[in-house]
C-alpha cells in the first residue's frame, strides 16, 4: 500500500495510507486546488469529495478546516478512508455509497456544499459525470464544483488548470 502526506492544516504532514487500486491526486494539483479555494472562499464551509478514492483530496480539505463527506463505493477504500480519518482524528464523514445515489439523496433533501470536487475514474464519461453532478444542483451559491480529469479533455464550460497529465475545471456556481 502506497503513502501520501497531508500538505496542510492541522494535519500537515501527517501520511495517509492509499488502497492499492486509487489513484491519489497529484501533490502539485492538491497543493494548487487549495491555494486557489483560499483565495476565492472567505470562510472553510462544506466540501464534499465525490469518487473519494484514497481520501487524499478530501481529508486534505478536512485538514484546512472544511466540514468534509467522503463519497466512495469500493469496499476496500471505504475501510481505507475510515482506517484514515481515525488515525488524523479529523471530523470526517465517511458515506459508503455510489456517487449517482449520493447525489439523488441531496438532491431530494436539498443538500447543498460549498465545494463539490469529483475525480471519477478516468473510464467513465467524465463530462457526462461533471453535467450530473452540476444538474443535481447541490453546490451552493458562490460555491464551485470541480472535476479532476486527464488533461487531454477539455470542457465547454468553466476555468481549466492543467497540472501535468492532470487537470481540473472548475464552475462557479451563481
Known amino acids: 500500500m502506497a503513502r501520501l502526506r497531508i500538505l496542510g492544516g492541522k494535519a500537515r504532514g501527517r501520511t495517509l495510507a492509499v488502497p492499492d487500486a486509487a489513484r491519489p491526486s497529484p ?7 487549495f491555494d486557489y479555494l483560499r ?28 466540514e468534509a463527506v467522503l463519497v466512495e463505493s469500493d469496499p476496500g477504500a471505504v475501510k481505507t478512508l475510515r482506517e484514515n480519518v481515525h488515525k488524523l482524528g479529523l471530523p470526517v464523514r465517511v458515506v459508503p455509497e455510489t456517487a449517482e445515489r449520493f447525489l439523488e439523496r441531496c438532491a431530494r ?26 444538474d443535481a444542483g447541490i453546490a451552493a451559491p458562490g460555491g464551485f464544483v470541480i472535476l479532476q480529469h486527464p488533461s487531454e479533455l477539455v470542457l465547454p464550460l468553466g476555468e481549466r488548470r492543467v497540472y501535468g497529465s492532470s487537470a481540473l475545471t472548475i464552475v462557479e456556481v451563481t
Open 39 to 66: 483565495g476565492r472562499l472567505h470562510r472553510r464551509g462544506r466540501f464534499l469529495d465525490l469518487y473519494a478514492g484514497s481520501g487524499a483530496v478530501g481529508l486534505e480539505a478536512a485538514s484546512e478546516g472544511y
Open 109 to 134: 433533501e436539498g443538500d447543498r456544499y460549498d465545494v463539490v470536487f469529483l475525480d471519477p475514474p478516468y473510464d467513465q464519461d467524465l463530462a457526462a459525470a461533471f453535467a450530473r453532478v452540476l
Open 27 to 33: 501533490v502539485r494539483l492538491r497543493k494548487a486546488l
